[in-house]
């Protein structure tokens, strides 16, 4: 399950059951570290929790501390040292530090506002990060409202709905939150199993087109929505600006409708299983039928679709797909750590 999903499931639950709250965030990340700006973990008055801000090391002294939050009501900013000096004796050598803001996250129209969402607009909350401008979460903004107080600067906010990523300028944090990416895949061959669940996994919200019936059905897609569609139809199928697309029928005819839609729908990514003659042809056809993608959207097509991992057979294709298309989605190099040279991307 999305990550998000699960912590607003587990939010709305806890609100509808009357147990306290607290929400730890990441907001500040030196060198190593396992998570970015951003990630989060809630805490129930049970020590229940759900998310991660580490790899599992910090998560039972920030527990503590949200039962401490939920006892005094103040928010509480701790530090963590995760050098070769050790953590409380542990030594976990990671060689970075983290920070983690510990807030009550009680039943409130700003709370609610985030624990519920608006359809799939992303939302940005400010978080004060000093005294001097008060700890914790001051506004949740949607794309037409805000919640709270907006004391943060309009160009921080700004400058996170522009690039859909979380920034800190501190003293604030504005923390995007984006809902899950729906990935299509038209296709339901035997190669699109792997890559369906996989996607799950990671987080995607996954729809598998095809127009033959007897290929979609739920033990091959149990994760995934089934959509029995015929190509003269794909385009009626709803697109996002913010879809991406794997297009595997391993038909041309069928292939082609496909990226007829997808194209006019003006997607976020478009991958195309197939050499690049594959794709030559397709482009070519569509071409003789007066239907030239935009130079913007071929700049978003991706054909042979993947990343070069030397893949082989379905799971290793699923892999190489879904990797290329975080590395995209998130503007990422898709280059070893090891060669980065941006030591904040290195984890913990």
Request: proline residues 5%; negative net charge.
């Amino acid at each position: 399950m999305n990550e998000l999903l699960a912590l607003r499931q587990f939010a709305r639950q806890a609100w509808h059951d009357g147990r306290a709250l607290a929400l730890a965030t990441v907001v500040g990340v030196e060198r190593s570290s396992y998570r970015r700006e951003g990630a989060k973990l809630l805490v129930d008055e049970d020590g229940v929790s759900c998310g991660l801000v580490s790899g599992g090391c910090l998560e039972d002294e920030v527990v503590r501390t949200a039962q401490q939050v939920m006892r005094d009501g103040l928010p509480v900013l701790q530090r963590f040292d995760t050098g070769d000096d050790g953590l409380w004796g542990l030594g976990l050598g990671c060689g970075g530090s983290v920070e983690v803001l510990v807030e009550a996250l009680e039943d409130t129209p700003m709370w609610r506002v985030w624990g519920e969402g608006v359809g799939s607009s992303p939302l940005v909350r400010t978080l004060g990060l000093s005294p001097d401008v008060g700890l914790g979460t001051h506004a949740v903004i949607t794309p037409t409202e805000m919640f709270g107080s907006l004391h943060c600067p309009p160009s921080y906010i700004d400058d996170a709905w522009t690039t859909r990523t979380t920034q800190r300028h501190y003293p604030w944090l504005c923390d995007v939150t984006s809902n899950a990416t729906r990935l299509t895949v038209f296709g339901a061959g035997p190669d699109a199993i792997p890559l369906a669940t996989m996607a799950h996994t990671l987080g995607f919200v996954v729809r598998v087109v095809d127009p033959r019936a007897s290929y979609l059905t739920e033990t091959a897609f149990p994760t995934a929505t089934r959509h029995v569609v015929q190509p003269s139809t794909y385009t009626d199928l709803g697109w996002t600006s913010d879809d991406c697309v794997v297009v595997m029928h391993h038909h041309f005819e069928r292939d082609l409708a496909a990226l007829q839609a997808v194209f006019a729908a003006d997607v976020r990514y478009v991958g195309q299983l197939g050499p690049a003659s594959r794709r030559e042809r397709l482009l070519a056809r569509l071409a003789a039928e007066g239907e030239v993608p935009s130079e913007s959207m071929l700049s978003r097509f991706y054909a042979p679709v993947g990343l070069n991992l030397l893949a082989d057979g379905p799971a290793e294709i699923a892999l190489s797909i879904l990797s290329e298309i975080l590395a995209v989605t998130r503007t990422a190099s898709a280059v070893s750590l090891r060669d980065n040279a941006d030591s904040r991307l290195v984890r913990a």
